[in-house]
């Protein structure tokens, strides 16, 4: 049938559970990772970044999870919350180059 | 600190009328990136740049398409003329070099 858009991966959790967001990258030369939540109506906003010389780092009720040898990131969400739906992209840099995004991740909560 | 600002907001413009879309980017900043959403492509880079020097427009769909860093504090993008086919929302971003991007709250346009 005719595509009518991006069908996003979606992920549905109950509010008070932990979500975790997966995304593929592309290119093993990466060396910078980035997560973006976007919410309806709103610009993608940075909630946090990782480089390649570590595999894990933490921000608040989040954790990003980088394995460079299956070219994975992942995106952990403790005690989701309502005001935690939104779209999630990860993004990738390598060097003097701008960022390739991923197609992104619906994370819708339920109360 | 502000973050980066978009004007307009919103713009319902006739198919062959000209349309400009603004962006002042984050003070400090010294690149800038405009970006196109829509549902059916999703989040498309259009054209960069580094010091007010455009560095890479090989995003931009057609010559109907052209932008302009006059200075460090504000950036352009036109379309001229527009088609239906441009509805979407317009981003801009900016960042100390070419790593986090902050956005802007975008730009959604529609040409009837």
């Known amino acids: 049938g005719e595509s009518v858009g991006l069908h996003l991966p979606t992920l549905s959790v109950q509010e008070g559970d932990n979500s975790i967001i997966n995304c593929a990258y592309s290119n093993s030369a990466s060396d910078y990772f980035i997560w973006y939540k976007q919410e309806s109506g709103k610009g993608p906003q940075f909630i946090i970044d990782?480089?390649?010389?570590?595999d894990k780092r933490q921000g608040q009720r989040v954790t990003v999870l980088l394995n460079k040898t299956v070219k994975h990131l992942s995106l952990q969400i403790a005690a989701t919350q309502p005001g935690d739906s939104a779209v999630y992209f990860c993004?990738?840099?390598?060097?003097?180059?701008?960022?390739?995004f991923g197609k992104g991740t619906m994370l819708l909560v339920s109360p | 600190d502000a973050g980066v600002i978009q004007s307009p907001r919103h713009e319902v413009t006739e198919m062959g009328q000209e349309v400009t879309l603004r962006c002042k980017p984050i003070s400090g900043h010294n690149s800038l990136f405009w970006y196109r959403q829509t549902m059916m492509r999703g989040l498309e880079l259009l054209i960069y740049f580094n010091n007010n020097v455009p560095i890479d427009d090989s995003g931009m769909p057609e010559d109907r398409f052209s932008a302009k860093m006059p200075n460090a504090s504000f950036s352009t993008l036109k379309i001229q003329p527009s088609e239906p086919r441009d509805s979407a929302v317009y981003f801009c971003a900016s960042s100390f070099g070419y790593e986090t991007q902050y956005f802007g709250p975008g730009t959604r346009l529609l040409v009837l």
């Open positions: 990782i480089r390649s010389n570590m």
């Open positions: 993004a990738e840099n390598r060097g003097y180059s701008t960022l390739t």
